[in-house]
């Protein structure tokens, strides 16, 4: 399974976008890339899932070059409720998910 | 509709005891995960189930752990003989077949003593 990596932590502030990029440089040819978010005390939830090129929903967008080689996902006009980890995975196959560390996003006012 | 639910929401035992960590699935889901995660770390996977297939067991991370998954529904991770750093959040999902977009349930917040 492709490993991931993400930033550690960001800071934002209430109503700006918000990107969070990550790299995946051994990602295969049958991977998906997807991410997840998790609020203290509760399990993960399922954000959004792409292969590539571009995939927008009522929450987030990501972004995926061409190359496949990062992505980077997109949260709109963020509030403080978004405060959140943010984790980035890839997978192909099999339906396991590998989690790394994950993002921690502060969003303040 | 009922999302993942676990039982119990807390579990709290003496080093050395056994215990069960239940997990009901969203109905009509052929797939099933275990997790845990540890006081501020990530997820690690433990265990997958998919449909009639043999589990994936590759994420056990020692004898001491098994898990069931009777008639394609409730599952059991069983921990014998527990040891302090088995405290941790074990958390359970489910999902359609080979879906990424899995639903956790609330987790099970094991503490060893």
């Known amino acids: 399974l492709a490993k991931t990596t993400q930033p550690i932590s960001m800071d934002s502030y209430e109503g700006q976008e918000v990107n969070i990029t990550c790299s995946h440089n051994?990602?295969?040819?049958?991977?998906?890339i997807t991410w997840y978010q998790q609020f203290p005390s509760q399990g993960p939830r399922f954000i959004i899932q792409?292969?590539?090129t571009k995939v927008t929903n009522e929450v987030a967008s990501l972004f995926i070059p061409a190359d496949r080689k990062s992505s980077t996902l997109s949260l709109p006009r963020v509030s403080l409720s978004d405060t959140a980890v943010y984790y980035c995975l890839v997978a192909g196959g099999g339906g396991k998910l590998i989690f790394g560390q994950g993002t921690e996003l502060s969003v303040k006012p | 509709g009922a999302g993942v639910s676990q039982s119990p929401s807390n579990k709290v035992t003496e080093k050395g005891k056994d215990v069960e960590l239940r997990c009901d699935p969203i109905?009509?889901?052929?797939?099933l995960y275990w997790y845990r995660q540890s006081l501020g770390q990530g997820l690690e996977f433990l265990i997958y189930f998919q449909g009639n297939s043999a589990p994936d067991k590759s994420g056990l991370p020692s004898d001491r752990f098994s898990a069931e998954r009777t008639g394609g529904s409730v599952s059991t991770l069983t921990i014998q003989r527990t040891q302090q750093e088995d405290s941790a959040v074990y958390l359970c999902?489910?999902?359609?077949?080979?879906?990424?977009?899995?639903?956790f349930g609330p987790g099970t917040r094991l503490t060893v003593t």
């Open positions: 999902a489910s999902s359609l077949e080979r879906s990424y977009e899995q639903y």
């Open positions: 051994n990602i295969a040819t049958n991977d998906y």
């Open positions: 792409g292969y590539k």
């Open positions: 109905s009509g889901h052929t797939a």
